[in-house]
């Protein structure tokens, strides 16, 4: 329907999540910020979810806030709507729920990713970009500051001086710059079907080991590394001799595919 702002669809445990309002290249306005956060939740209690790709229609991934539509409130509207994932307002959930979020995120990016564009991009597990794509930390050219949970995701794929520089100047790059910083994992004539191709290869994996593989990754980023120590060893002794786990080495064993239960 034309009120639409997310679509899904959910094939062989992967969910294509697409940011559906081309005609404004899927700004940011408030009801695209309140069906990302529905499509995060209903995602986080859908059965037998692998992995998602988040793309967007049309010309490009997401062009930022719809300036239009936001100017009235903007983001600092809901800093105290706390009721979206934890920590997170609802704005900060439209890119930090990607993180949080049981399964891995791929993000296939393309056309432009500005601002809010970028930061739900950066919620990703994995990156990967077209060449062609145009990038901005764009929030102080309007004066504001990234604030969709951009510094709690950026700090762990970037350095510090780079991400300074790239946030102070809001000034535009293209993917080979954004590869290079760490902010896109690779670069892709076609990110959707490149990203499609990797999720197939994640489902096809144990799932319940790469939920665990998420978790270990996320809680590297601030952890104290005995706190690290523990989970490793507890997240194992978690999968080991588990159905899966043995199916897992079976079908090694047999060089077969293994089939997996959720």
């Given at each position: ?103 891995p995120v791929i993000a ?8 809010g564009g970028f930061q ?55 993917a080979a710059e954004a ?84």
């Amino acid at each position: 329907m034309s009120e639409q702002r997310v679509t899904t669809m959910i094939e062989g445990g992967i969910a294509d999540v697409r940011l559906s309002r081309p005609e404004k290249m899927n700004a940011l306005d408030p009801q695209m910020f309140a069906a990302l956060a529905g499509t995060i939740l209903r995602l986080g209690e859908t059965p037998g979810l692998r992995c998602v790709v988040l793309s967007g229609e049309g010309r490009a991934f997401c062009a930022g806030l719809d300036m239009a539509s936001m100017a009235t409130g903007g983001s600092g509207a809901s800093l105290e709507a706390r009721n979206c994932g934890g920590d997170s307002n609802l704005y900060q959930q439209a890119a930090w729920g990607w993180r949080t979020l049981p399964v891995p995120v791929i993000a296939a990016v393309h056309g432009i990713a500005f601002g809010g564009g970028f930061q739900v991009m950066g919620g990703a597990d994995i990156r990967i970009c077209a060449p062609a794509t145009r990038l901005s930390i764009m929030e102080l050219k309007w004066g504001i500051v990234p604030d969709m949970a951009g510094f709690a995701l950026w700090r762990t794929i970037v350095r510090d001086d780079v991400l300074r520089e790239l946030v102070y100047t809001a000034r535009e790059f293209d993917a080979a710059e954004a590869l290079a910083h760490g902010f896109v994992t690779r670069l892709a004539d076609d990110p959707h079907a490149a990203a499609m191709d990797l999720a197939r290869q994640i489902a096809a994996r144990h799932p319940q080991a790469v939920r665990a593989a998420k978790r270990l990754a996320n809680l590297a980023a601030d952890a104290a590394p005995a706190t690290i120590l523990r989970a490793e060893s507890e997240e194992q002794a978690r999968l080991m001799r588990t159905p899966n786990q043995l199916e897992a080495v079976r079908a090694n064993m047999a060089d077969r595919v293994p089939v997996f239960t959720d």
